[in-house]
C-alpha cells in the first residue's frame, strides 16, 4: 500500500512518475528498474512473454526495489484483470478502451463492492494468503490504479463519455496503435498524431483526468512532460539494453 500511496500523492501534486516497459522475465530486472530510481515499470502481458507463473515474480521483485508494479493486460476481460490483481500487482493497465463502457467494466472487474463487482477471494498473495482481514484487505485492494488506454479514433470519438467515468486514475495514450489508425503507422511525431495527443490532453485536463504516455525518445518524453503528462513510460528494458549496448560499443571502438 505504501508504494500506491506514494505514487498516488505524486500525481496528486502535480509530480511526473516514469517508467519501462518491462518484457523480460527476470526478477531482478524489476529489481533494478527501482534501484535506478523509476517510480513504476509496465508488466506487459499484451506484448510480452510473461504468463502469471512469471507475473507473481516480476511483482515480487518491484516490491523489493520500491517500485510500482502495473501490469498491463492481455485484454479487458474479468479474469485477465483480476489475476494480475490478486497477485498483488499496483495497478492494473488495459488496452483498447474505446467507449464508456469499457472503461466502466475495466473498473467493475478491478474493484471490489461497492466500488465494482470484483470476484472475491481472500487467498491470494495480494491478500498475503489470508493473513490480513477480510474487510481490510477489500478495502486495501480497492486502492489499486486502474488505468486505460485510448489509442485509436473509436476511443477519440468517445473521450468525452469515457473522461465522465468515475473510479480509473490515469487515461494513457498509446502514440503508435494511434499512429496505425490516423493512417500513419509508426510515425508517432508526424503533426497529425501530435495534434491528436494534445487534443486528448488538453481535454483529459479540463476533466480533472491524470493523462500518460509512452515515448521512446528523450525528445518525446521532455514534449509531453511540457505538455502537462504525468505518467511517463519511457522505452522498454530490451530496448534499454539494447541501445546500451549499441553505446558501449560505438564508444569502445571509437577509443
Not at 142 to 158: P, R
Given at each position: 500500500m505504501m508504494i500506491i500511496n506514494n505514487f498516488k500523492q505524486k500525481l496528486s501534486n502535480s509530480g511526473v512518475v516514469y517508467g519501462p516497459f518491462m518484457k523480460s522475465l527476470d526478477a531482478s530486472f524489476m529489481e533494478i528498474t527501482g534501484y535506478a530510481g523509476f517510480d513504476f515499470a509496465i508488466l506487459d502481458m499484451e506484448h510480452g512473454p510473461a504468463g502469471f507463473a512469471e507475473l507473481q515474480n516480476l511483482i515480487r521483485g518491484a516490491a523489493l526495489g520500491g517500485l510500482a508494479s502495473i501490469v498491463r493486460a492481455s485484454d479487458s476481460s474479468e479474469i485477465a484483470i483480476s489475476k494480475a490483481l490478486d497477485l498483488g500487482a499496483s495497478g492494473i493497465q488495459v488496452p483498447h478502451i474505446t467507449s464508456a463502457k469499457d472503461a466502466q467494466a475495466v473498473i467493475r472487474a478491478a474493484?471490489?463492492?461497492?466500488?465494482?463487482?470484483?470476484?472475491?477471494?481472500?487467498?491470494?498473495?495480494?491478500?498475503?494468503?489470508?493473513?490480513?482481514?477480510?474487510?481490510?484487505?477489500?478495502?486495501?485492494?480497492?486502492?489499486?490504479?486502474?488505468?486505460?488506454?485510448?489509442?485509436?479514433?473509436?476511443?477519440?470519438?468517445?473521450?468525452?463519455?469515457?473522461?465522465?467515468?468515475?473510479?480509473?486514475?490515469?487515461?494513457?495514450?498509446?502514440?503508435?496503435?494511434?499512429?496505425?489508425?490516423?493512417?500513419?503507422?509508426?510515425?508517432?511525431?508526424?503533426?497529425?498524431?501530435?495534434?491528436?495527443?494534445?487534443?486528448?490532453?488538453?481535454?483529459?485536463?479540463?476533466?480533472?483526468?491524470?493523462?500518460?504516455?509512452?515515448?521512446?525518445?528523450?525528445?518525446?518524453?521532455?514534449?509531453?512532460?511540457?505538455?502537462?503528462?504525468?505518467?511517463?513510460?519511457?522505452?522498454?528494458?530490451?530496448?534499454?539494453?539494447?541501445?546500451?549496448?549499441?553505446?558501449?560499443?560505438?564508444?569502445?571502438?571509437?577509443?
Open positions: 474493484k471490489f463492492h461497492p466500488a465494482g463487482a470484483r470476484g472475491m477471494c481472500h487467498f491470494v498473495r495480494a491478500a498475503k494468503y489470508s493473513s490480513i482481514p477480510r474487510n481490510e484487505y477489500y478495502a486495501q485492494a480497492n486502492e489499486a490504479l486502474v488505468i486505460l488506454q485510448v489509442e485509436g479514433k473509436k476511443g477519440i470519438e468517445a473521450l468525452d463519455e469515457i473522461l465522465g467515468v468515475t473510479g480509473f486514475d490515469i487515461l494513457f495514450i498509446g502514440p503508435y496503435d494511434l499512429s496505425q489508425s490516423l493512417g500513419i503507422p509508426g510515425e508517432v511525431a508526424h503533426p497529425k498524431v501530435v495534434d491528436a495527443i494534445t487534443d486528448i490532453t488538453v481535454r483529459a485536463r479540463k476533466a480533472g483526468v491524470v493523462t500518460g504516455i509512452f515515448a521512446d525518445t528523450f525528445e518525446a518524453a521532455k514534449r509531453w512532460k511540457n505538455a502537462g503528462i504525468q505518467y511517463i513510460s519511457y522505452s522498454t528494458d530490451v530496448g534499454i539494453y539494447t541501445e546500451a549496448c549499441k553505446n558501449i560499443l560505438k564508444n569502445i571502438k571509437n577509443e
